[in-house]
């Protein structure tokens, strides 16, 4: 069998069928669990860079794959997942298109930059990188499902078009020649722990606690 197999890219697979599962789930119309799925692929890439790092003697090649592979899930995870969520409302014909359209592209866009930058860094010093430039794709793992809990708050008819709206919003945030600082280890406890209290929000919301 190709490619490589060993734990530094369990979490990394974690979060894709987790995405493939929710994207099943907005076909059967159980928004809340495809939300619930996209949390988590966000919660398993805060943790599987850390994890593919703590691995000794990885050699050139299972460095580059680790980057090849992270990048092509997260694809999935975070720009076709959404992509298909937003699709879903009925509502907004043409900007749900837009919308789906522009996530995955710029997610792309941002995926294939990140790539090529990442291997010349690589080449050039052996330091952790300390900020990205353009928005990581993984925030709208946090962003989206935060929006979905508080749509309570929003007029039924108006939620899909400020939805949208955002999507719209993240994939320029994608591709925008921002620098955002990397998080550090305490940054990525608090959006671990934000990402509990969501979760438990769904939970709650939806009677199961």
Not at 179 to 186: C, F, I, P, Q
């Amino acid at each position: 069998m190709i490619g490589f197999y060993n734990y530094s890219v369990i979490l990394t697979y974690i979060g894709l069928a987790s995405s493939v599962f929710g994207i099943t789930q907005v076909f059967e119309h159980h928004e809340s669990v495809a939300f619930l799925c996209l949390l988590l692929s966000g919660i398993c890439d805060l943790f599987d860079g850390k994890i593919a790092r703590s691995m000794k003697n990885r050699t050139e090649h299972e460095k580059v794959f680790g980057i090849q592979i992270d990048s092509l899930c997260d694809l999935v995870c975070f720009g076709v997942f959404p992509a298909v969520i937003g699709y879903q409302y009925p509502s907004v014909y043409p900007l749900r298109v837009v919308s789906a359209i522009m996530i995955v592209l710029c997610a792309v866009i941002r995926l294939g930059y990140f790539n090529v930058m990442e291997e010349e860094r690589q080449r050039e010093t052996t330091e952790n990188r300390k900020e990205y430039q353009g928005l990581p794709v993984t925030t709208v793992a946090i962003i989206l499902p935060l929006l979905y809990l508080g749509k309570h708050n929003i007029p039924v008819n108006v939620f899909p078009y400020v939805f949208q709206s955002f999507m719209i919003l993240i994939s320029i945030l994608f591709i925008l020649r921002i620098n955002v600082k990397k998080l550090s280890m305490k940054g990525v406890l608090i959006l671990f722990t934000m990402g509990v209290l969501i979760f438990l929000g769904y939970l709650k919301v939806n009677h199961i606690i």
